[in-house]
T-cell receptor
Framework: IAGITQAPTSQILAAGRRMTLRCTQD?????MYWYRQDLGLGLRLIHY???????GKGEVPDGYSVSRANTDDFPLTLASAVPSQTSVYFC??????????????FGPGTRLTVL | GQNIDQPTEMTATEGAIVQINCTYQ??????LFWYQQHAGEAPTFLSY??LDGLEEKGRFSSFLSRSKGYSYLLLKELQMKDSASYLC??????????WGAGTKLIIKP
């Protein structure tokens, strides 16, 4: 079934620990994105990738890093988690980032709690 | 700065019509998106407008006025399954989506 998968579904993490959220898509989309969604706020872009081998910073990149070694995978790493990173994280993909009619498809999300 | 405003919550009756408004301010403009998000699930695409006017897609329609920085999503013949949050997002000149906080729509029998 085509789409985006994320892992884990949820995670409780101690502050200071390192954590990688995984995202894989099988639609051969060029562009991928990581968002966080917090109550009362809109989705906020953390990092994006226009194509394999390139990444860029979004609105709230501090404390997060990404890599895009191939088309399908776009992991998000928290080097040293802090409680303010408690959130729901969504990975998304689109055919390209430059097309104005491009639609983003979202994964099911990862609910992360940092204590 | 860039900003999207939409009501926090709305209530409507099953079978009725509801209009969810969205105003936006962005650096440049490359279109307006509406997404639906059921509780605990991922957002899913509903509509895209880049030209002024109304786009109709079944029970859902979306309107855009670029001069007013305004859009609305119109839902007709409401069904209980339409209970969800509706997210408005404007694409800026860098092709980045600026998202509103979402409007939670509650449908009552």
């Amino acid at each position: 079934i085509a789409g985006i998968t994320q892992a884990p579904t949820s995670q409780i993490l101690a502050a200071g620990r390192r954590m990688t959220l995984r995202c894989t898509q099988d639609m051969r989309h060029n562009a991928m994105y990581w968002y966080r969604q917090d109550l009362g706020l809109g989705l906020r872009l953390i990092h994006y990738s226009n194509t394999a081998g390139t990444t860029g910073k979004g609105e709230v990149p501090d404390g997060y890093s990404v890599s895009r070694a191939n088309t399908d995978d776009f992991p998000l790493t928290l080097a040293s988690a802090v409680p303010s990173q408690t959130s729901v994280y969504f990975c998304a993909s689109s055919d390209s980032r430059s097309a104005t009619t491009d639609t983003q498809y979202f994964g099911p999300g990862t609910r992360l709690t940092v204590l | 700065g860039q900003n999207i405003d939409q009501p926090t919550e709305m209530t409507a009756t099953e079978g009725a019509i509801v209009q969810i408004n969205c105003t936006y301010q962005t650096s440049g403009f490359n279109g307006l998106f509406w997404y639906q998000q059921h509780a605990g699930e991922a957002p899913t695409f509903l509509s895209y407008n880049v030209l002024d006017g109304l786009e109709e897609k079944g029970r859902f329609s979306s309107f855009l006025s670029r001069s007013k920085g305004y859009s609305y999503l119109l839902l007709k013949e409401l069904q209980m399954k339409d209970s969800a949050s509706y997210l408005c997002a404007a694409m800026d000149s860098n092709y980045q989506l600026i998202w509103g906080a979402g409007t939670k729509l509650i449908i009552k029998p």
